[in-house]
């Protein structure tokens, strides 16, 4: 496409028509720099755009100027200009379209953008926010309200424009990054966030949301703990967990505090106590030697339940986070009890060193639990918490080479001898683990904890 005299025509990428038709931004500028409008697949040119005349004056108004000069257009078979309103803004009908598409998205888009869906759509129909701002217990409605407030005096024709926008990005995405996994190599049950396989004597759970860093929803909880229980009654010698992508896992998500029940926070919390105490007796009990083939970073919960592990192997780019006391929480996984007992203590030394007194012995445990500390993966080895750390170019390769020759071995001989090896602990770590869940409970339902996912989501949410 070209035009004369003046405009330039750019092809570029899909416009905020809805998806109706493939769409390309015009710059015009002739006089009125900065104009934009898209030109979409139609059934032809109006008759004015072939005209010669000399563009009018700017004062006449953009909108107007391009309608009343067309300059020369080079014919595109069935091209018709789309003129969406001013600067193009999507119109009422785009905006209603887009509140309906919302609803087909065949991927959840996470808690962020849901809040910049829910401020974009509020601000659309109702201008700036005008409501109270919800107490600070109210986190659900104070994110949302932050979301809302955030966007200030922005007007509702761009607000529109931005969320019909938005939602087309959404719709995109949503189409081009669906993964169709063979249902011969899925064991039910599961869902789409999980993939277990049975190979080579190998059951493999592999954390299955790359985009959103494998973080956990309650849904993969239920799933993962069903994937535990037919792992370990199948013919494989031993069972691995995994992650797809570049993380490992990166801890909760954080729709999981978000969901509220009908009887607000206080079943939430009583509910979710129950899901993590079972959850982790899952691992307690598990028969079969259990291996953490750690693939990238790896957060909270992820990293909590190593210690339940046999076997844990990590490429050198993991890195490994507990970020308790930043959350308003504690730890979990009955690492109280296993990240103090893999790691020994450790001297930390403050201040002059020759002053007396200066040294102080704090376990190293404390430092990851209690104050947050991320530890990289020759770190977590030196401690004890990673059995081997391999090259990230050669992790997959080296990691598999190996439990494939482990999966050999005869099966209920590596049970026994788990067993002989676990079983002295095991009523200690149930304990422990109900203890720590009962722990948790109460801090979910603390203001630390909500006011630390309220900032976290109202970062978020920011546009």
């Not at 009990?285 to 291996?291: N, R, Y």
């Not at 002989?420 to 904890?449: F, G, M, P, Q, Y």
Request: aromatic share 8%.
């Amino acid at each position: 496409v070209s035009a004369e005299p003046g405009p330039k025509v750019a092809l570029g990428r899909r416009c905020a028509c809805g998806g109706r038709a493939v769409c390309y931004r015009i710059s015009v500028a002739a006089g009125f720099a900065g104009f934009q409008q898209s030109v979409t697949s139609g059934s032809g040119l109006p008759s004015w755009v072939s005209s010669r005349a000399s563009p009018p004056a700017p004062a006449a108004g953009l909108r107007d100027a391009l309608l009343n000069w067309g300059g020369r257009v080079t014919r595109f078979p069935a091209l018709q200009l789309h003129l969406c309103g001013p600067a193009m803004r999507a119109s009422q009908k785009d905006f209603e379209n887009a509140t309906n598409q919302v609803k087909l998205l065949k991927k959840d888009p996470g808690n962020e953008v849901k809040l910049k869906l829910y401020a974009l759509y509020k601000q659309a129909t109702e201008g700036p926010c005008n409501v109270p701002k919800p107490g600070v217990l109210d986190f659900i409605n104070k994110a949302k309200w932050d979301a809302w407030n955030a966007l200030g005096s922005l007007p509702k024709e761009t607000a529109r424009h931005n969320y019909v926008d938005l939602v087309s990005s959404l719709s995109a995405s949503s189409e081009s990054s669906i993964q169709v996994t063979p249902a011969a190599d899925r064991k039910q049950p599961g869902s789409d966030a999980l993939v277990v396989t049975s190979q080579d004597g190998i059951t493999t759970i592999t954390l299955n949301r790359p985009d959103k860093k494998n973080a956990l929803t309650t849904q993969m909880y239920h799933d993962i703990m069903l994937a535990l229980e037919a792992a370990s009654k199948d013919d494989s010698a031993i069972t691995v967990l995994t992650g797809n992508g570049d993380y490992y896992c990166s801890g909760n998500d954080l729709t999981n505090f978000t969901d509220i029940p009908p009887g607000g926070v206080e079943e939430k919390a009583r509910s979710g106590a129950v899901l993590l105490r079972d959850f982790v007796d899952r691992f307690i009990d598990f028969p079969k030697p259990l291996v953490a083939v750690v693939n990238g970073p790896a957060v909270g919960i992820s990293v909590t339940i190593l210690g339940l592990f046999d076997i844990v192997y990590a490429t050198d780019r993991a890195t490994f986070h507990t970020p308790f006391s930043h959350l308003g929480q504690s730890p979990e996984g009955c690492s109280s009890y296993t990240f103090p007992k893999i790691m020994g203590p450790s001297k930390v030394i403050f201040g002059n060193l020759k002053m007396k007194g200066n040294v102080i012995s704090i376990p190293k445990a404390t430092e990851m639990l209690v104050f947050g500390k991320k530890l990289t993966a020759r770190e977590a080895c030196t401690q004890g918490l990673v059995t081997e750390v391999f090259p990230d170019s050669t992790f997959q390769k080296e990691v598999w080479v190996r439990l494939k020759a482990y999966s050999k071995l005869p099966p209920n001989a590596m049970r026994i001898s788990k067993q002989v090896i676990r079983n002295t602990e095991k009523e200690k770590l149930h304990a422990i683990n109900a203890e720590e869940s009962n722990i948790l409970r109460e801090r979910w339902l603390s203001d630390e904890c909500m006011n630390a996912v309220v900032s976290f989501l109202s970062k978020k949410a920011k546009l």
